[in-house]
């Protein structure tokens, strides 16, 4: 893996904060169908990879504040766990204005960096099963390659158990 050159129209807010940083990272694109609901699935089947190692991100209410979860898209985000994980009682997902709103991305390319909002994020512990996981650039049909490690460290996260796997 090595940092990507700043391709032109690539400069997302996400983009920025990882070449900020000096991290090692891929940047990988493919083309996004429009009519595809399932965008960390098709992002897994378009680059190739594993479904176990492409992180969707959302936004979550946790006892009403906001909160990054991280989960493979080869399960499901557990809330119960997720809110247990933060010391919480419920966890619900926020609605897409919402989470279009407080991230600046829009659904199926939310970042985990560079979002609008700086919130805590919580990524389920499969991540570090990994050598490298994929993670949405902040637009649709663009992903970053990314060593767990680093993807914990840039974003301060808690590592839990907040997935069901499928």
Known sequence: MTVAS???GVATPAVRVL???GIDYSLRSFDHDPSTRRYGSEAADKLGVSSDQVFKTLMIQVDGSPVTALVPVSGQLDLKGLASARGAK?????????????????????????QRHAVPVVI???A???????????????EIEIRPEDLVMLTNAQVA??????
């Open 128 to 142: 570090l099963d990994h050598s490298a996981v994929f993670v949405s650039a902040g637009r649709r049909g663009l």
């Open 90 to 114: 419920k966890a619900q997902l926020a609605g897409v204005a919402e989470t279009e709103r407080r991230t600046g991305y829009p659904v199926g390319g939310v970042s985990p960096f560079g």
């Open 19 to 21: 070449n900020l940083a």
């Open 6 to 8: 700043k391709p032109t």
């Open 161 to 166: 158990k907040i997935a069901t796997l499928d």
């Open 124 to 126: 389920d512990r499969t």
